[in-house]
């Protein structure tokens, strides 16, 4: 189909429908067709959690479901005890599905390997025993930098099952970052790979990492998975093969009983300062609440679903919606360790119809990527299996959806716009898909179970509908993160102090509707950037660039991108009389892909000699937003000298 002037215009009739209702062959099926479940949640919250949470096999089970009386150090399901893996996979086996495929893997240059759930039963007890020969037991923080291959589930399932809080570091940060979440959570182990492919091209991955981890002693061991090949230097006594340790070790670990609030992971996550937040998950409210969601978000069958989350496992999202959540439920999915545009730019198409893809999770930015890219790619595959699509990591855009919907869903899909957060642990507001409408834009309502407020951020008095204000979530969630890694303090100043210990301060600003109560996320209000869905902290860019020897001052915004949602837009002061070239520009992008990633690099860089500040030395960052996106500019009367704000406007009438 290369007809584009027919979609535009099909598009443009579909932007003027509000509302979309699941298709009827969608409803008929559907595992909840109605609000009933809202309202039994809303009768007691609680005690209907306290029901999901028996959806898990439990070796103990819990005598209290919520203890809140010291908030807002909440607890859930206390007295209970169960083990995360055990649940992600025995319990299957143990039903006599140990044959089902747990993970259709496909490699970027094509490989296949399908990944039972035996599979896995066998690989995660010996991965167990070799972490344990190495010393590593229950509480001891184990980092896995790692890109999208099987041995990432069963790194993190090996942890789980022996209590060690696993730490994974997505594949696209710098080896530095990794050296400071490894520092700063205190791990004792590591597993890594030789190096990662990328389209095509191969980079060292255990060299690099060597290069910054040389100097933390708490890390006692570096596990090396063969993958990619090439030159890996292994330090006597430190570094063990993953392939070596797993063949050496005993194929039988007990699953070890542990308490429903044992931390299952941490994961560092950008806040509003420069030092990355540790996330903190346990385990029982974490596994109640992602098993329930990804049931009944993606109306999954797991005897006949092929799903598909295209996300990348060293985010929440791929703890929650490739691991845990489906494992869960035994699901069988999909693993693709590449990248949307190699071998080619239709490759997703082709997997889902390889596959047979049922139910389809990705994110805007990817959906704003193919529609670029164009119809005609998907046309030229079958991808009449599909029954239900998903979107998560930022507001999606009306035409976004309606693309998703007509090119990729074939208008029989319902989409889910998942909203939640790192912190949330599971999808908070969305559509239950057989018995709520679609309504392009706005993720739904909350969850059953899951309470909202949208609030003044002044008197934290809730507005009125159609009102922008601050979301706010005012009761505890069992997935709910229960403190940042080693720092209660900045927990409790982060997100329970605006508003008191009952409200969670989610950082995003809201409206919503009043004739249905469906909720519009519009952004974050803090200085946190979102760039493809990932959350970068304006402080941390800022903080990597001024370590670069000419760099004087720096301040980051994210500037509104058709593509990214948000881009990095850097201004940079430099030292003394420097002048800003194309060559430093592309030694600070390297810099900072160096400090933090390549996906922190800004996109913009715009050479300052002043930045501007008021009066007490606070930078006016949204100033510069308004210069970066060409608007007028607001009041800048209470800039310490206002003449700043000219010089910036002529700095970048000059570049344009
Ligand atoms: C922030 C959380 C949740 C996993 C991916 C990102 C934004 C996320 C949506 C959505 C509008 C969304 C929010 C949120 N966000 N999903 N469906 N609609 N905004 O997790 O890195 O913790 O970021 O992403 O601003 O606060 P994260």
């Known amino acids: 189909m290369t007809d584009t002037g027919h979609l535009e215009q099909d598009l443009e009739a579909l932007l003027q429908i509000e509302n979309f209702p699941p298709p009827a062959s969608f409803a008929e099926h ?39 009386s010291n908030p807002p150090f909440y607890t859930w399901f206390k007295g ?66 790692l890109p999208m291959i099987p041995e990432v589930v069963v790194a993190m399932l090996a942890c789980a099952r022996i209590g060690a809080p696993h730490n994974v570091v997505f594949g696209g940060f710098s080896a530095e970052s990794v ?61 063990v093969f993953w392939g070596d340790a797993l063949a050496a070790a005993d194929d039988e670990c007990e699953a070890e009983p542990l308490d429903a609030e044992h931390p299952l992971f941490i994961l560092y996550s950008s806040g509003s ?37 295209s996300a990348d496992v060293g985010w929440i999202t791929g703890h929650s919606y490739i691991v845990y959540g489906p494992l869960m439920n035994g699901t069988t999915s999909v693993m693709f360790e590449g990248a949307p545009d190699y071998p080619h730019k239709g490759i997703w198409w082709e997997l889902c119809e390889q596959y047979g893809v049922t139910l389809f999770y990705t994110a805007p930015t990817a959906i704003r990527a193919c529609m670029k890219w164009g119809a005609d790619l998907p046309a030229q595959h079958d991808l009449s299996k599909l029954r239900l699509l998903g979107s998560v990591g930022e507001p999606i855009n009306p035409k976004a959806w309606l693309w998703y919907h007509k090119v990729i869903g074939g208008e029989r899909c319902p989409i889910v716009d998942t909203w939640w957060q790192t912190e949330t642990g599971h999808i908070m507001i969305t559509t239950l898909p057989g018995a709520q409408y679609g309504k392009p834009g706005s993720a739904g309502t909350p969850l059953p179970g899951v309470y909202a407020a949208i609030v003044d951020p002044d008197s934290g008095e809730e507005v009125p509908d159609g009102t922008q204000g601050l979301l706010t979530l005012t009761r505890p969630w069992p997935g709910m993160l229960r403190t940042l890694f080693g720092d209660d ?41 979102n760039v493809s869905g990932h959350r970068m902290s304006t402080a941390e860019i800022e903080s990597a660039i001024v370590s670069h020897g000419k760099v004087a001052e720096s301040a980051v915004i994210g500037q509104t991108d058709e593509d990214t949602g948000q881009a990095v837009c850097a201004f940079v002061t430099l030292e003394g009389d420097l002048e800003g070239t194309p060559d430093l520009e ?18 913009r860089i715009v050479w ?32 310490r000298d206002p003449g700043v704000m000219q010089q910036l406007q002529g700095k970048i009438a000059e570049a344009q």
């Not at 989610?506 to 109560?517: F, I, L, P, T, W």
């Not at 100033?623 to 800048?636: M, N, S, T, W, Y």
């Open 80 to 145: 209970g005890t169960l083990n995360a893996s055990y649940n992600a996979v025995d319990r299957h086996v143990l039903a006599g599905n140990g044959d089902r495929v747990a993970f259709h893997w496909h490699g970027e240059e094509g490989e296949q390997r399908a990944v039972t759930y035996a599979d896995l039963h066998r690989d995660v007890q010996r991965a167990a025993n070799a972490l344990k020969a190495r010393g590593i037991g229950k509480g001891d923080v184990v980092g896995i930098f």
């Open 586 to 603: 592309a030694e600070i992008r390297e810099h900072v892909a160096q400090r933090i990633g390549k996906l922190a690099r800004p996109k």
């Open 489 to 529: 303090d900045r927990y409790v100043s982060t997100y329970w102090e605006k508003f008191g210990p009952q409200t969670y301060f989610v950082g995003d600003a809201s409206k919503r509707d009043a004739d249905d109560g469906y909720v519009w996320v519009i952004g974050r209000v803090d200085d946190v950037l």
């Open 179 to 239: 050296h400071e979440r490894m520092e700063v959570s205190e791990a004792k182990a590591l597993i890594t790979v030789d190096s990662a492919r990328r389209k095509g091209k191969t980079a060292p991955v255990k060299t690099t990492v060597d290069d910054v981890m040389g100097s933390l002693d708490t890390l006692e061991t570096i596990f090396v998975v063969q993958h990619g090949g090439g030159d890996c230097p292994m330090q006597d006594g430190r570094d």
């Open 30 to 68: 559907a595992r909840i067709h109605d609000r009933s479940v809202h309202e039994a949640a809303a009768a007691d919250p609680v005690a209907w959690w306290a029901e999901q949470a028996k959806a898990l096999d439990w070796f103990t089970e819990p005598t209290t479901a919520l203890d809140d």
């Open 608 to 639: 300052a000699d002043d930045l501007p500040k008021t009066r007490s030395g606070k930078i006016m960052r949204r100033l510069l937003k308004d210069i970066a996106e060409g608007r007028a500019l607001g009041d800048v009367t209470t800039l």
């Open 273 to 309: 300062t420069a030092k990355p937040k540790g996330i903190q998950h346990t385990t029982g409210g974490y596994l109640t609440g992602v098993a329930w969601t990804h049931k009944h978000v993606f109306d999954l069958r797991p005897e006949e679903d092929v799903y598909w989350c």
